[in-house]
């Protein structure tokens, strides 16, 4: 029984065979039950010595199939490791992150250090009548001034692509109503330009206002003053020039000191040590009045810069037709 038994087990070539193997002696109906049954027939004093003898076997037999079960898994893991080679212990592969545009950057840096100084972010539309976009900013049909801004018309007579966040002003105020207003206008402004290093037909810009009772161009003064400390450095200095704009009177542009430590500062300022940042001024009466505000009761101051010019500074960046070539090799630097 034994020599037969494992014979047969030697012959089993895989997991499925053994256990049919394991089956046919110990199953239910198995050959070591049968065995067993005969134990009825046999002479009571050959008894105990059949029983310790078939113990033996059943030891014997079922070591040498658990050793062969564990040697038959043992090799189907082999071959499934050399057919199908997996290194669980080489690293990972780091998913690529993504990371904001760069205009979308200084544009963030430029929303929070307004917020801290109380403003709201107030968003209008890129696709303005002349009216919002000239004439309610004190430039009737025909105004010289005009010729400031190359302007994109539409196929609509009346209707332009802003070239600058100003007719938001007007937006704004309208929407306020009288009360007192303190605003951000961030958005994209088009202009009918030659593409070059300096100028894109399309750019960001983020306009500025507050109205209300008692506003003075020493307000102006110090918001702006406190942005470009944030913005540029807490050592800078402004600097104001007059200036003209249709919509502001007095109308400035203020400079701010660039760092002295900068090696590109001669370049930059052309040996001057200052640079332009923004234009500005106090709101234009016939402004205040076409948002519904009374000039004599309220006074306001606004301005206007482009970010993008602020970030190329920051970094002395000479080309502006960067931010919209998708380039990974700049954008990636940010
Ligand atoms: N809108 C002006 C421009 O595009 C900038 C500006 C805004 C000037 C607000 C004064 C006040 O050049």
Not at 134 to 147: G, T
Not at 210 to 239: C, N, S
Not at 275 to 287: F, K, Q, S
Request: aromatic share 10%.
């Amino acid at each position: 029984l034994e020599g037969q038994a494992l014979t047969q087990l030697q012959q089993c070539a895989d997991e499925t065979a053994l256990r049919a193997w394991n089956t046919q002696y110990f199953g239910d109906k198995g050959v070591m039950k049968a065995a067993m049954s005969k134990l009825s027939g046999i002479p009571k004093e050959q008894k105990p010595a059949f029983g310790a003898e078939m113990n033996r076997i059943k030891a014997a037999i079922t070591t040498a199939y658990e050793a062969a079960l564990a040697d038959t898994k043992e090799k189907a893991l082999q071959v499934s490791l050399t057919t199908n080679p997996l290194d669980v212990t080489l690293p990972g592969r780091a998913p690529a992150r993504g990371r904001l545009h760069p205009a979308t950057q200084i544009l963030r840096q430029i929303y929070s250090i307004f917020a801290d100084l109380g403003f709201q972010v107030y968003r209008t539309r890129e696709v303005e009548t002349d009216e919002l976009n000239f004439e309610f900013l004190n430039m009737p049909a025909h105004h010289p001034a005009r010729d400031m801004w190359d302007t994109f018309f539409t196929t609509t007579p009346g209707v332009v692509l802003r070239t600058h966040t100003s007719p938001g002003q007007i937006h704004v105020m309208r929407e306020a109503a009288g009360k007192p207003v303190r605003v951000i206008l961030p958005g994209m402004c088009y202009r009918n330009e030659a593409i070059s290093t300096r100028s894109e037909i399309q750019f960001y810009q983020v306009e500025g206002l507050v109205v209300g009772e008692g506003v003075t161009m020493a307000d102006l003064k110090g918001t702006i003053t406190a942005f470009a400390r944030r913005m540029f450095g807490p050592e800078r200095q402004v600097r104001i020039r007059s200036s003209y704009f249709p919509f502001t009177e007095p109308s400035i542009e203020v400079d701010i000191d660039w760092p002295k430590d900068d090696p590109n500062r001669d370049r930059l300022t052309k040996g001057t040590g200052w640079l332009e940042i923004l234009g500005a001024g106090m709101v234009h009466p016939n402004v205040l009045r076409a948002g519904g505000y009374d000039p004599e009761k309220v006074t306001g101051f606004a301005f206007g810069m482009g970010p993008q010019r602020m970030l190329m500074l920051k970094h002395a960046i000479d080309d502006i037709r960067l931010f919209w070539q998708n380039d990974l090799r700049f954008l990636k630097q940010f």
